[in-house]
DNA sequence: ACGAGATACCTCGCAGCGAGAGGTATGCGG
DNA sequence: CCGCATACCTCTCGCTGCGAGGTATCTCGT
């Protein structure tokens, strides 16, 4: 109301994050969502209008592969990384160290004024 | 050409590091585009077209006070922090340092499974 | 027994933001 | 004298995350 948005700021994020999980063990979509609500104690809050449509676009891309499970009657779509998806999360990785990288030195950045006309 | 984007992956970014700078000292537009430029390594190189619309925006919601400068027949907008944009900073940094340390934690997450169903 | 809420999947349209192209004008070096 | 760097500006496009909406099943409290 007061504000349009009140979480956003990102930027390929979920899909990097998404890569590093499932690296760490194969999980289903909604596993996913809540994984990385409570582990970021919900900093990041990514819904499930997000998290789908980028699954099906790894998969599709080859970076991920799906296997259907039957759990107490439930469906679940549980993901794996393959060996393209583990690339892909390799230089989506070293993209996002490179920018927060970039990001802190620009904000802590003594007291030299810029490097533009010195 | 085999990717549509190069450069891309961020959201809020530009407008806290023309905050922060500025913060420093004031400057012009041309020269916070090259100085974000030059100490990013090319890694962060946000368009014209990207910080002046910030710049107007910043300044019509009372964070900046602009100042005309002549100088060698050019003409300067010089840009200033004002009370208001300090208040802007901080809640900008915070929110930046939550964000990245959030992703951190997910990213460099012990062999511990997700919080979720554990 | 019933309804609410959690689990689990999905899609669609909106809006914000950065990218890039395009536009003006001046000073300086080759 | 042409082109490049300086310096400002605006507009449109496209991507992406957000929220709302939609289905179905299982569980728990009442």
């Known amino acids: 109301m007061t504000n349009r ?3 956003d700021f990102l930027n390929g994020v979920p899909e990097l ?5 499932l690296a ?3 999980m289903y979509g909604y596993e996913l969502v809540q994984t990385i609500r409570l582990t970021s104690d919900d900093v990041l809050a990514f819904g499930e209008g997000c998290i789908y449509p980028i699954l099906h676009r790894l998969e599709s891309e080859g970076c991920l592969a799906s296997r259907r ?3 107490a009657g439930r469906n679940r779509v549980v993901y794996r990384l ?3 998806g ?3 999360l390799e230089t989506a990785t070293a993209r996002w160290e490179g920018i927060t990288a970039a990001v802190g030195r620009l904000l802590g950045g003594g007291s ?3 490097p533009f006309m010195a």
Not at 17 to 21: A, Q, S, T
Request: glycine share 4%; net charge positive.
């Open 5 to 7: 948005k009140d979480n």
């Open 82 to 84: 393959t060996q393209a």
């Open 17 to 21: 994050l998404i890569l590093r999980l």
């Open 86 to 88: 583990r690339k892909r």
């Open 112 to 114: 030299d004024g810029s």
């Open 24 to 26: 760490r063990q194969p």
């Open 69 to 71: 499970e039957e759990v």
